[in-house]
C-alpha cells in the first residue's frame, strides 16, 4: 500500500476546537493534496502541497508536508460544524491520484 | 467553481447485465479518470483517458471494463457484463494537466448496485 496504516482513524470534536490530521506515505512523490469528501459528494480538493514547500496554508487551514519522513498533515483552525467530512490525502503517481483510507472528522455544534 | 456531472446518480442491475455510467467533465480539461469506491473503503483508481486513449489503467480496470469519450461528448465507464463485485460508487474526474500535479475535479459519483 501507498500509505501507513495511522492515516485510518474517526476523530470527533466540538466545534471551534482545532484538529490535526496526518498521513504518511511509502513511496517517493513530488505533491501532496488534501482533499475533502463531505456524505454524499465526490472529493474536493483542499490544498496542493510540493515537495519543495515545508507548509501552505489556505483560510483555516494548514497543510505541511516532511520529505525527509514521507509525511503530511492538515490542520484546521477554529473548526466548524459544517467540516464535518471525511478527509484524504493523495500523491500522484503517474497519471493517477492515490489516496489514503481517509479520517473521517465529526464536528459537533 | 469548475463542476462535473456524472450521470446517472444511481443505478441498480442484474448481474450479468451491461451498464453505462456517464461523465460530464470540465469543458477545457483534457484529461478523464474513473475512480471505484466502496462503502467506507479508500477510494482506488481505475482508469485515465487522454486524447482517445487509455494513458494508464489499474489491475481493477477488468476487461469487462471500457471508456470512451465519442466526438467531446460525454467520457463514459461501460461495465459488460457486470459482476456482484461491481457494486461501488463511481466517480469521474477531470483535469487540465498530466496526473495529479493539478487539481483533479470530481463529479458526485454514480451509485450502482449489482443484484
Known amino acids: 500500500s501507498q500509505w501507513g496504516e495511522e492515516n485510518l482513524q474517526a476523530l470527533s470534536i466540538q466545534e471551534g476546537e482545532d484538529v490535526t490530521m496526518n498521513c504518511s506515505y511509502k513511496t517517493y512523490t513530488t505533491v501532496v493534496q488534501w482533499y475533502r469528501q463531505k456524505s454524499g459528494k465526490g472529493p474536493a480538493q483542499l490544498i496542493l502541497?510540493?515537495?519543495?514547500?515545508r507548509e501552505k496554508r489556505s483560510g483555516r487551514l494548514r497543510a505541511t508536508l516532511d520529505t525527509s519522513s514521507q509525511s503530511s498533515s492538515l490542520s484546521i483552525t477554529g473548526t466548524l460544524a459544517t467540516d464535518t467530512a471525511v478527509y484524504f490525502c493523495?500523491?500522484?503517481?503517474?497519471?493517477?491520484?492515490?489516496f489514503g483510507t481517509g479520517t473521517s472528522l465529526l464536528v459537533d455544534p | 467553481g469548475p463542476k462535473v456531472l456524472q450521470i446517472p446518480s444511481h443505478q441498480i442491475i442484474d448481474m450479468g447485465q451491461m451498464v453505462t455510467l456517464n461523465c460530464d467533465p470540465v469543458s477545457n480539461h483534457l484529461y478523464f479518470y474513473w475512480y471505484k469506491q466502496i462503502l467506507g473503503q479508500q477510494m482506488e483508481f481505475l482508469v485515465n483517458?487522454?486524447?482517445?486513449?487509455?494513458?494508464?489503467k489499474s489491475k481493477l480496470f477488468k476487461d469487462q471494463f471500457s471508456v470512451e469519450r465519442p466526438d467531446g461528448s460525454y467520457f463514459t465507464l461501460k461495465i459488460q457484463p457486470t459482476a456482484l463485485e461491481d457494486s461501488a460508487v463511481y466517480f469521474c474526474a477531470s483535469s487540465s494537466l498530466t496526473g495529479g500535479r493539478d487539481t483533479q475535479y470530481f463529479g458526485p459519483g454514480t451509485r450502482l448496485l449489482v443484484l
Open positions: 483517458f487522454y486524447n482517445g486513449k487509455v494513458m494508464e
Open positions: 502541497i510540493r515537495s519543495n514547500e
Open positions: 493523495a500523491t500522484n503517481m503517474g497519471y493517477k491520484l492515490t
